[in-house]
């Protein structure tokens, strides 16, 4: 059985710094691209930044600069490190692992950032 589970979400306050974990079971993690999303209330789920199989990575223009993705091929978890967080990051954020057509989700994690 395949199982994605984020943690590390919470309430920040503009500025502020929050790690994003996605720790995975039932898969060959090296095999597959992982990725963080994020769905915001109204507006629809949103790639924030991937990361393959040989860990290149790529981000949405909002977040480069102050968001890294990362692997732990041993631990099998993705990572996403969060700064300088800001409103607009408000969101759920979901783990998304990809190889070829098989994809899974995480149940997502809420990340608020608000004063």
């Known amino acids: 059985q395949v199982q994605l589970v984020e943690s590390g979400g919470g309430l920040v306050h503009p500025g502020g710094s929050l790690r994003l974990s996605c720790a995975t079971s039932g898969i060959i993690f090296r095999f597959y691209t992982m990725g963080w999303y994020r769905q915001a209330p109204g507006s629809q789920r949103e790639l924030v930044a991937q990361i393959t199989s040989d860990s290149d990575t790529n981000y949405i223009d909002s977040v480069k600069g102050r968001f890294t993705i990362s692997r732990d091929n041993a631990k099998n978890t993705m990572y996403l490190q969060m700064n300088s967080l800001n409103p607009e990051d408000t969101a759920v954020y979901y783990c998304?692992?990809?190889?070829?057509?098989?994809?899974?989700w995480g149940q997502g994690t809420q990340v608020t950032v608000s004063s």
């Open positions: 998304n692992a990809r190889y070829y057509a098989d994809y899974h």
